[in-house]
């Protein structure tokens, strides 16, 4: 469990007023001050009246995508940390929101305990590019389970493979070996899907 510090401000942007009064229902009893809005344009004013800690927003709106709004809010406020919440979970989009710095990301539908966990450790987090980096990790592993092609260029050509992707060394050669020790000491705990490269590497060296 995260432990909850100091009250700190989160703004929540989605177009569907619904899903933020989950989003406020969810954190309630949290020591953070939630603000929300279904608009963007406002987004971009509480962003500049209110000092916030935190920027919680959906990709898919009619008024304005979620990146566009990521983008526009980096030029005021380069060092926001951001959550984007999707239905449509991708490694595409994925990858567009980390580079522009996004912490994470939370696909829907979600539980209460998923979204409160998830917006506790960006807040507190200590280290923003160990974090961007961290789930950079958990997305090639992601990666590994839904495209064959990539994980044979993983075999072939090792951490080569892993050229677009700005992650330490130590963490390329870990998801090329298969070192499961080293990534769970670094990473975190991972996921049935996350594992399977991980176990096949373990299986292709024993035998």
């Known amino acids: 469990m995260v432990k909850e510090l100091e009250t700190k401000k989160v703004l929540i942007l989605d177009d569907e ?31 500049i009246s209110e000092n916030l800690d935190l920027f919680v927003t959906d990709i898919m709106m009619p008024e304005l995508n979620g990146v566009e709004v990521v983008k526009r809010l980096r030029k005021s406020n380069p060092h926001l940390t951001v959550l984007v919440i999707t239905g449509y979970p991708s490694m595409d989009t994925a990858r567009k929101f980390m580079r522009l710095g996004a912490y994470d990301y939370i ?81 975190g705990k991972l996921t049935e899907k996350q594992m399977v490269w991980l176990v096949q590497r373990l299986e292709s060296e024993i035998w």
């Open 107 to 187: 696909p829907k539908p979600f539980t209460p305990e998923e979204f409160r966990e998830t917006v506790l450790k960006a807040i507190n987090k200590q280290d923003p590019k160990k974090a961007i980096r961290e789930t950079l990790v958990l997305q090639i592993l992601d990666r590994t389970a839904d495209d064959p092609e990539f994980c044979d260029r993983l075999y072939i050509e090792g951490s080569e493979a892993l050229k677009d992707y700005d992650i330490s060394p130590e963490a390329k050669a870990a998801i090329v070996s298969g070192d499961l020790k080293w990534i769970q000491e670094n990473v």
């Open 17 to 47: 007023q619904v899903i933020l009064n989950t989003c406020q229902d969810i954190l309630d009893g949290t020591s953070l001050e939630v603000v929300t809005t279904t608009s963007a344009e406002e987004c971009f004013n509480l962003a």
